[in-house]
């Protein structure tokens, strides 16, 4: 099996023709046969069914191209980075939920390694692609906070896909919302006082589990709820419906700090902030100080 043939399959899954698939790929049709002839042999499977008009992808075809997309984008990123690339460009990239802490490192850390060239990525997620980013190796640093009610899950999760988690600090639980807000002169407030209004959470896709949720008290039984997948929707919500958000530096000081103001919560349930990382991985330099950044937000 060679990435070449990887690639074949791939286009003419794209094309469902073998004739427009070695048009795009400049080879002879017969050739292109061949070649994936002989890994349907290899493999065992036969990727396509030959029809009238041209080609189908089999169900154990539709699962075996799959997993050939992500090897060919990984070898395409090899290439990219030590065969194509002219000059040591710069690169880094980080995955994060919805929290400005780490947004604000990421910032921190840019400042420091300006340079004339660079390709640097910062990715505000769900909580399971953030997991697969840094799996599949399109993130360097994951970003994500754990609660006790989810945290035995994912020390589970992070160990099945061969990655560590490490804990830089904790914040106790905070409500956000707009400082006009009819219950923002109280020195403290309950889930009980805020059940007229609605609370946002950030939406989580497919994983509809409340463990993959990263909002703290993830499970309590909210009568309103509004779900979002950005923190400038989730704000101009609470500005224009008295929404509130339940978190620990979820929103932060640098956006729109004049409008959201935070009230202590009466239930308890501390975020640990934390970052994911590969396996026994060696962290570039650019990595190193961006954790170092988000210890020195955790102290903010």
Do not use: W
Not at 64 to 82: C, L, N, P, S, T
Not at 201 to 211: A, E, I, L
């Amino acid at each position: 099996m060679t990435i070449l043939q990887l690639k074949y399959v791939i286009a003419i899954d794209e094309e469902c023709s073998m004739r427009k698939a070695a048009d795009r790929l400049y080879v002879s049709q017969p050739g292109l046969s061949s070649a994936v002839r002989d890994l349907e042999n290899e493999i065992g499977i036969q990727i396509f069914e030959r029809v009238h008009n041209g080609v189908v992808t089999t169900s154990a075809g539709a699962s075996f191209i799959a997993y050939a997309r992500h090897a060919v984008e990984q070898f395409e990123k090899v290439e990219d980075k030590y065969l194509n690339s002219r000059s040591e460009k710069l690169t880094f990239s980080v995955s994060m939920q919805h929290y400005t802490i780490a947004v604000n490192a990421f910032i921190d850390t840019v400042r420091e390694y300006d340079s004339d060239e660079y390709q640097f990525s910062i990715c505000e997620t769900q909580t399971s692609e953030v997991i697969d980013d840094v799996k599949n190796m399109k993130s360097e640093v994951g970003v994500i906070a754990l609660s006790e009610f989810n945290k035995n899950t994912f020390k589970k999760i992070f160990k099945d896909a061969s990655l560590e988690f490490h804990e830089l600090f904790a914040r106790d639980t905070y409500v956000y919302l707009r400082k006009d807000h009819p219950l923002a002169d109280r020195q403290e407030l309950s889930l009980e006082d805020l059940q007229d209004y609605p609370c946002m959470v950030f939406d989580q896709g497919d994983n509809t589990s409340f463990y993959y949720r990263e909002e703290a008290l993830a499970t309590y039984d909210y009568k309103k709820v509004i779900s979002t997948n950005e923190r400038a929707t989730s704000i101009e919500l609470m500005l224009g419906l008295d929404g509130y958000a339940v978190g620990a530096a979820m929103l932060g000081n640098s956006l729109n700090s004049s409008q959201i103001h935070a009230v202590k919560l009466k239930e308890e349930e501390p975020l640990t902030f934390g970052y994911i990382v590969r396996k026994n991985a060696a962290l570039s330099d650019m990595a190193k100080t961006y954790i170092e950044k988000l210890k020195l937000q955790g102290k903010n």
